[in-house]
């Protein structure tokens, strides 16, 4: 039997300087882009537009009152009045990056509320009060996933509906007044601090670090993804996109209870309506501004973060700068209008 061997390809000289500036372009490249550019790139060029645009609002705002504004006291109080956003919109961008929308979320803020501070009076226990107000947060988000999956209906009309309902709901079970709380121990997660940092700012920074990890480092994440980039190629690819819808809402309810939970314990109160009216609007815009494409496939959850604190330093600098709630009202609605049109342009550029 012949045995063909491999002939050896020769390669000749103009071969040789046909290759040898293409890997030495690569190289040049790697080694002369600007540490300016390393940083865009590692932090995206989104976030780093985010940074920019929060930049400037603390300069404006810093420059308007100095005397005020960088205090550690103001910075600490931007942290804890972004708290419960922050919650809503990291539990948001995970929604909306299957291209889903939660529009009840305020509402389950609202019930939630109603919920732990009965439970309270109920069982004495703040950590039992806490699961329950998780608990019914949870059960409404499971709610919303069978409606939007079983029942076949848009999410946006889903939770419109829901929305009214949960609503209703805390009203009538508090009889449409506000339930105070006088437990020491519970009130301590709204105003209390451990080593100088206060609980609402723990728990969100906890709730965040969660959400990042799941997002950019699971299985889970990756599939989530998947879901909203493309739902038909990832049933096909195996993915229960149903079973991951339904858990992705209950996941937004359970973080709407917990972020009621914030609230009860700063006001000391069960609120029906009160302080959750529009943290839905606030947690789209947060997310939308961080990045999210409403049609799905696209966010992070340091962009919606990144959305939070933008809000965050725009409400605080207005009412620093006594500007009147109706014109803050005005602005926060600028701001989500703005942010609609960048992902808009956003998606037809690069989708």
């Known amino acids: 039997m012949t045995h063909l061997k491999a002939e050896p390809i020769a390669v000749t000289a103009a071969d040789r300087l046909k290759a040898e500036p293409i890997a030495v372009t690569a190289a040049d490249r790697r080694g002369g882009r600007s540490t300016l550019g390393r940083a865009i790139e590692r932090v995206g060029t989104h976030n780093f537009s985010l940074l920019i645009a929060l930049s400037i609002l603390v300069a404006i705002f810093g420059s308007l009152r100095p ?3 960088f205090l550690l006291r103001n910075i600490l109080n931007i942290g804890q009045a972004i708290a419960i956003l922050g919650i809503l919109a990291t539990a948001q961008t995970i929604v909306i990056i299957t291209a889903g929308l939660d529009i009840s979320v305020g ?3 609202g019930m939630s509320t109603v919920g732990i501070a009965l439970a309270v009076g109920w069982t004495g226990s703040p950590f039992l009060s806490i699961l329950f107000g998780v608990a ?13 999956t079983v029942g076949r ?3 946006v009309i889903a939770t419109l509906g829901t929305m009214a309902v949960f609503r ?3 009203f009538i079970i508090s009889n449409g007044q506000s339930i105070s709380i006088f437990d020491p121990a519970f009130r301590f997660i709204g105003d209390g601090r451990i080593f100088g940092v206060p609980v609402t700012i723990s728990v969100l920074v ?3 670090a969660i959400f990042f990890v799941l997002m950019s480092y699971t299985v889970t994440g990756r599939n989530i993804y998947a879901i909203g980039g493309n739902p038909v190629v990832a049933r096909l690819a195996g993915i229960n996109v149903r079973a991951y819808q339904i858990g992705i809402y209950t996941m937004s309810g359970a973080a709407a209870g917990l972020a ?7 006001t000391g109160s069960g609120q029906p309506i009160s302080g959750s009216d529009g943290l839905e609007l606030e947690a789209i815009t947060a997310a939308v501004l961080g990045g999210c494409a409403l049609t799905g496939g696209k966010g992070t959850i340091i962009g919606g973060l990144l959305g939070v604190l933008i809000i965050g330093v725009l409400d605080n600098g207005l009412i620093l700068t006594s500007v009147p709630t109706f014109y803050q009202m005005v602005a926060k609605g600028v701001l989500l209008i703005t942010a609609v049109i960048i992902a808009e342009q956003q998606a037809r550029q690069y989708g």
Do not use: E, K, S, Y
Not at 136 to 144: D, E, K, M
Not at 260 to 266: D, P, Q, S
């Open 206 to 208: 906890v709730v965040v």
């Open 168 to 170: 209703g709901v805390a």
């Open 260 to 266: 009621g939970m914030l609230l009860a314990a700063r």
């Open 67 to 69: 005397d005020v504004f």
């Open 136 to 148: 019914v947060g949870a059960t409404a988000g499971i709610v919303n996933g069978l409606i939007i």
């Open 153 to 155: 209906i848009n999410a």
């Open 107 to 109: 509402a389950i803020v």
